[in-house]
């Protein structure tokens, strides 16, 4: 059974850092790019940043550049996003999803999906909460 399952959630002061990971079962992971999406309460699910397949190749969101950033560990099969100087406004559900398509992947993150939902990508993760608060 395929799945992706997110870790490392929780809550965290303003200007703090945390580190997600989403780790792959089920399915060739190395074959696929990797997204990072975040909803808010009452907003729509948007994109965070992504990584190619190989790992070779990142994008970012404009308001997470520099703050954010996106590896992954093939042999482990596990994603990891670092997320430094967190803001009250980073506060969200994330969510790892995973295609074989890297373009589609990257034009959610810049935000070229009408809607992002559990049909845009192969596989999701549950989600996990971040909070930033202090």
């Known amino acids: 059974q395929a799945q992706l399952v997110e870790s490392g959630g929780g809550l965290v002061q303003p200007g703090g850092s945390l580190r997600l990971s989403c780790a792959a079962s089920g399915f060739t992971s190395e074959d696929y790019a990797i997204g990072w999406f975040r909803q808010a309460p009452g907003k729509e699910r948007e994109g965070v940043g992504c990584?190619?397949?190989?790992?070779?190749?990142?994008y970012y969101k404009d308001s997470v550049k520099g703050r954010f950033t996106i590896s992954r560990d093939n042999a482990k099969n596990t994603v990891y996003l670092q997320m430094n100087s967190l803001k009250p406004e980073d506060t969200a559900v994330y969510y790892c999803?995973?295609?074989?398509?890297?373009?589609?992947?990257?034009?959610?993150?810049?935000?070229?999906?009408?809607?992002?939902?559990?049909?845009?990508?192969?596989?999701w993760g549950q989600g996990i909460q971040v909070t930033v608060s202090s």
């Open positions: 990584i190619s397949s190989s790992g070779g190749t990142t």
């Open positions: 999803a995973a295609d074989r398509n890297w373009n589609a992947i990257q034009l959610a993150i810049e935000g070229w999906y009408a809607r992002i939902t559990s049909e845009s990508f192969e596989y």
